[in-house]
């Protein structure tokens, strides 16, 4: 499940890039 947690983090991360 640590892939799970993995996506949940790049979620975030492409927001504050935009």
């Known amino acids: 499940m640590v892939i ?3 996506q ?3 979620i975030p991360t492409i927001v ?3």
Request: net charge positive; glycine share 0%.
């Open 4 to 6: 799970v947690r993995i």
């Open 16 to 18: 504050i890039a935009t």
């Open 8 to 10: 949940i983090r790049e």
